[in-house]
């Protein structure tokens, strides 16, 4: 895989990890409005108990617990909001660590190739002084061999 391929693919995981963070902080702030109408229903239903008269005749009786049993209702259904506000941030987390643990691997496989590109580098460059050092400073058997060359081809039989 080429450099430019994996530069790409952890751009484009790079992004998928902000945008599941994102999602993971709408659902946190979705939860805490839900937490608030919630108590703020519950605080409703509370000060209606609290406020009720104390000696009623019957049809007044009855319709006081018909508000407070609607009240409770009320909470009720800003219950299970909370609950399921709940569960999106619990899915929105699992899908930012998914994203995440994805981005964190191609982070180290670039990490990886880039250290085995600079590893080939440092071998080429290494191997290119060698080449260098061969060329300069002769050996005594490549000596020998155009001694013995010299002999033979120039001088007499």
Do not use: Y
């Not at 391929?5 to 790079?14: A, S």
């Not at 909001?81 to 191609?106: F, N, P, Q, S, Y």
């Not at 180290?108 to 250290?115: D, G, Q, S, W």
């Not at 001694?147 to 039989?157: D, M, Q």
């Amino acid at each position: 895989m080429n450099r430019r391929r994996i530069d790409t693919v952890l751009r484009i995981r790079g992004l998928q990890e902000r945008r599941a963070r994102g999602e993971v902080g709408r659902a946190r702030q979705e939860l805490a409005v839900r937490e608030s109408n919630e108590r703020h229903s519950r605080a409703l239903v509370a000060e209606r108990a609290d406020n009720a008269p104390k000696h009623l005749d019957a049809a007044a009786f009855t319709a006081g617990r018909m508000i407070l049993s609607s009240g409770m209702s009320h909470v009720e259904h800003h219950r299970g909001c909370v609950v399921v506000a709940h569960d999106d941030v619990d899915t929105a987390m699992d899908a930012w660590r998914v994203e995440a643990e994805r981005l964190d691997g191609i982070e180290r496989l670039a990490a990886r190739f880039a250290e085995l590109a600079r590893e080939e580098e440092a071998r080429l460059e290494a191997a290119a002084i060698d080449d260098l050092v061969i060329a300069r400073w002769p050996s005594k058997s490549r000596d020998a061999a155009h001694a013995g060359g010299a002999e033979t081809s120039g001088g007499t039989r």
